[in-house]
């Protein structure tokens, strides 16, 4: 199926029908999606390295996953006046974004980890990365825009920040915050961006990047409360009893469906009971 997507310079759309494989209309073509695209392929094809030996079919596999890997150009994202990624590319005009990745507590902390790896940009890359700093109580840390559980945690699933380093202790201050914030309101933590409690003229839920102040730079990140359960699974690796205890505080407000833990329950009007919204997201159950 990947190989027949419509493509735009070996790099897939962000959005396609899932019944017809037709582009869906404004395409655009992600820098951080394609990065982490890559960035899982080659988790995978380490993976299926190991069990190679069982099944021959399985190097068949390895090599087409590896033609996917060396066909996909990442460079093509790379601002090198200001020696960061832009966040894409609109394909009507081919031209870059004039935003760009440019806090290394971000998202996008995979592809620039991978696309030096790989000497696809220069290392200096990382140095442009802003290292922006806060302090609460005991704790500081390197801010991300949104402050949001994604931006410091999805990383890590694949990068893991090393013991003692800036990116360990900045992941240390966000969860900090994040049980802070939720200890102040007397309800469950773990904010990140998901769909919220508002519909569009179809009834979908509407979606947004949700985050704490006091890790984030973005104004007004402390208007609303909406609780992400996939925000606690994130948290398992670093504070792994308080996600845990978490979830479960989360099911008593009923927060479980068939498929496993709903996206998101929104506080931000229905202060204790929470509005529950009963959907589930791929790629926040996958995480």
Not at 135 to 159: A, D, I, Q, R, W
Request: contains cysteine; positive net charge.
């Amino acid at each position: 199926t990947l190989n027949i997507l419509p493509k735009h310079n070996n790099h897939l759309y962000n959005w396609y029908d899932t019944d017809t494989l037709a582009l869906s209309p404004n395409p655009y073509v992600s820098s951080v999606d394609s990065g982490n695209f890559i960035c899982c392929l080659v988790a995978l094809k380490e993976g299926l390295r190991e069990f190679q030996w069982e099944n021959p079919l399985i190097k068949n596999l390895i090599t087409r996953i590896e033609k996917i890997i060396d066909e996909t150009n990442l460079g093509i994202f790379f601002d090198k006046g200001k020696n960061l990624f832009s966040i894409g590319i609109d394909p009507k005009d081919n031209k870059l974004s004039v935003n760009h990745y440019d806090m290394l507590m971000s998202e996008a902390r995979m592809l620039s980890y991978y696309a030096i790896g790989k000497r696809i940009v220069p290392k200096k890359h990382w140095q442009h990365l802003s290292r922006t700093m806060k302090k609460y109580k005991n704790y500081s840390g390197c801010v991300s825009y949104s402050g949001t559980f994604f931006e410091f945690f999805m990383p890590e699933l694949l990068l893991k920040s090393k013991y003692g380093s800036l990116a360990y202790e900045s992941l240390k201050y966000c969860i900090y915050c994040q049980k802070e914030r939720g200890s102040k309101e007397n309800l469950p933590f773990g904010i990140s961006e998901s769909g919220f409690y508002s519909f569009d003229n179809n009834l979908n839920y509407q979606y947004k990047a949700n985050g704490v102040e006091r890790v984030g730079l973005r104004k007004g990140l402390n208007d609303d409360y909406i609780v992400s359960p996939y925000s606690s699974y994130l948290g398992l690796q670093l504070d792994m009893n308080s996600a845990y205890n978490n979830l479960e505080r989360l099911k008593k407000y009923g927060t479980m469906g068939i498929h496993g833990h709903y996206e998101a329950i929104d506080f931000t009007t229905e202060k204790q009971s929470g509005a529950i919204i009963k959907s589930y997201m791929a790629h926040h159950v996958g995480m």
